[in-house]
């Protein structure tokens, strides 16, 4: 799926228990910049329903499951999120739903930029434009 991955935290297990490190430019291909969470979504919620221009996030289900629905003009997929040592990174220009979250499921998510309202595209035709647009160019770019 176009400019998303699952990645897999090593993870420091023992007999103690479980720690996983993040570190940015590391572990996650950015800057961190910033960090929130999601937290208290009723089992019928979806949420999302845009995309980004720049932003750069990874997306960290630390407790509980959610599914996140990732989809281009051109393709779709659905992950789920389950497992604190797995991030679903989400670059620009990938439209995104977020929906069955499990009862006190815990989303975090790291982003590379501070919060900034001008940087979503909330409509999905706006959005489908745009992408088709952007992904030709990218195309152009590669050849
Ligand atoms: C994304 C998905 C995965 C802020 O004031 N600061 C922030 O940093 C964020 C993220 C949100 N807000 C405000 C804006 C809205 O009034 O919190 C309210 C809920 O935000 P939104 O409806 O955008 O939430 P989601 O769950 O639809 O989307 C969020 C992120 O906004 C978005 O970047 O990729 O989670």
């Known amino acids: 799926m176009y400019n998303t991955y699952i990645y897999r935290f090593s993870m ?3 007999e103690y228990g479980k720690l996983i490190a993040v570190e940015d430019n590391k ?3 950015f800057l961190i910049k910033r960090i929130y969470y999601i937290f208290d979504v009723g089992n019928e919620i979806r949420r999302g329903f845009h995309s980004h ?3 750069r996030q990874m997306l960290i289900c630390l407790h509980g499951s959610v599914k996140i629905l990732t989809k281009t003009p051109y393709e ?3 992950v789920e999120l389950n497992d604190p040592s797995k991030g679903l990174y989400i670059g620009p220009m990938v439209w995104r739903e977020m929906f069955d979250f ?8 790291l982003a590379s930029e501070y919060y ?6 909330r409509n999905y035709q706006e959005y489908a434009s745009l992408a088709k647009d952007f992904l030709k160019q990218k195309e152009g770019e590669n050849k």
């Open 27 to 29: 572990v996650v291909p």
């Open 102 to 109: 499990s009862t006190g499921a815990v989303l975090l998510v």
């Open 76 to 78: 779709e997929a659905i």
């Open 53 to 55: 221009i720049d932003l």
């Open 116 to 121: 900034d309202e001008s940087d979503y595209i």
């Open 12 to 14: 420091h297990s023992d």
